[in-house]
């Protein structure tokens, strides 16, 4: 069992920064995928990063946001920076068991409550 704390989101305007954390329970946290997602009101849960020995993106994030991981820590991070409006959502971590890291949802095993990201224009 894992168990996902995310923090760090807030409420910014256009063309800032924001750093969220996501803090993991467990022994074997070097072993799970980690994976950011977002999801805006009315829309699906999307994919915006993930990371295992290599790093993941979504087209709409690429070069705007970095995904990284401290194994000592047990923490993922996600830097968001150049934020737009669209990027206004409630941001989940998520952790896979696994060799391979996926951009599906229904892939991960372990959820965080999410933190709410707003940018302003």
């Known amino acids: 069992q894992v168990q996902l704390v995310e923090s760090g989101g807030g409420l910014v305007q256009a063309g800032g920064s924001l750093r969220l954390s996501c803090a993991a329970s467990?022994?074997?946290?070097?072993?799970?995928?980690m994976g950011w997602f977002r999801q805006a009101p009315g829309k699906e849960r999307e994919f915006v990063a993930a990371?295992?020995?290599?790093?993941y993106y979504s087209d709409s994030v690429k070069g705007r946001f970095t995904i990284s991981r401290d194994n000592t820590k047990n923490t993922v991070y996600l830097q968001m920076n150049s934020l737009k409006p669209e990027d206004t959502a409630v941001y989940y971590c998520?952790?896979?068991?696994?060799?391979?890291?996926?951009?599906?949802?229904?892939?991960?095993?372990?959820w965080g409550q999410g933190t709410q990201v707003t940018v302003s224009s």
């Open positions: 998520a952790a896979r068991m696994g060799v391979s890291c996926y951009d599906i949802p229904g892939k991960y095993d372990y």
């Open positions: 467990g022994r074997t946290f070097s072993s799970y995928c």
């Open positions: 990371i295992k020995r290599t790093t």
